[in-house]
């Protein structure tokens, strides 16, 4: 069985069971566990309404460097409180976006420190987005690291040696998505031979990003299988032995979610 650590199921439909075939499909092709992940604390109540509906489905509170600007202000105790519903199972997703600057980038950073403290707070894993900010989210997540212990991964991770080393260094894992198996991701390829098998994670942060052979087709949970067989390979592992350490890092990093079929 696999997990999908990183995925928006409130961007399908719920209306005509868009979102129900969409679980149905992870389910059958063998994707037991999923996390929705919140983007904007402003539509929180919505996404955890999602995990609630199924039993296998988990989500985060958090927002998104994108929003860092337009979402309301949102202090630890907030964030933390809102940790306390049994779906929540991390922070996130935060960070920084510097290709896009959506938002300005102090701004940014300022969500990001809130959010990590949060994370130390309430004892879960912080969910991170970086693009052209590497420096400066290993700083942030070093200093927090180093006030109290702090653990989370790296979602969709596509950029430098520097940045997965400096994470792995404080105990965070590396979430691999469908850009692994696209044409020109040669040094991403690089990287994810060498991370620590304990260390690894696999996700589609659908619906963007589908994995070859679905590349230019919306992504779904289900594709995380596609990126799983291809890492496998690429690491010369066997698929069923990938999917069982991937399977049992994300529960051991996500302890207050439980494998299905468990008590």
């Known amino acids: 069985m696999l997990v999908d650590s990183h995925c928006h199921l409130d961007y399908y439909k719920e209306e005509g069971g868009e979102r129900d075939a969409v679980v149905a499909r992870a389910h059958a092709a063998g994707v037991a566990t999923m996390v929705t992940i919140g983007t904007r604390i402003s539509e929180f109540e919505r996404v955890c309404r999602i995990a609630e509906r199924y039993d296998d489905v988990y989500c985060t509170v958090g927002i998104h460097p994108h929003e860092a600007a337009s979402e309301p202000e949102t202090d630890v105790a907030r964030l933390v409180e809102l940790t306390r519903h ?15 600057d959506h938002s300005p980038r102090d701004r940014q950073a300022a969500v990001f420190r809130t959010h990590i403290a949060a994370a130390r707070e309430a004892g879960l894993p912080l969910v991170v987005h970086s693009r052209n900010a590497d420096r400066e989210t290993a700083e942030l997540l070093e200093e927090g690291a180093a006030v109290s212990r702090l653990n989370g991964l790296i979602h969709c991770f596509s950029t430098t040696r520097e940045l997965s080393e400096r994470a792995i260094r404080i105990g965070f894992l590396i979430s691999l998505s469908g850009i692994l198996t696209f044409k020109n991701a ?59 350490a991937t399977t049992a890092n994300f529960f051991r990093l996500f302890t207050k979610a439980r494998p299905a079929g468990a008590a």
């Open 86 to 100: 049994p779906k929540v199972i991390g922070i996130g997703e935060t960070g920084l976006d510097f290709y896009y």
């Open 186 to 244: 040669s040094e991403l390829r690089d990287i994810a031979r060498e991370i620590p098998s304990e260390r690894l994670l696999v996700e589609t942060d659908a619906p963007y990003l589908a994995p070859v052979p679905h590349r230019g087709k919306r992504n779904e949970p289900s594709f995380v299988t596609h990126t799983a067989s291809y890492l496998a390979e690429l690491r010369g592992m066997a698929p069923a032995d990938l999917a069982a």
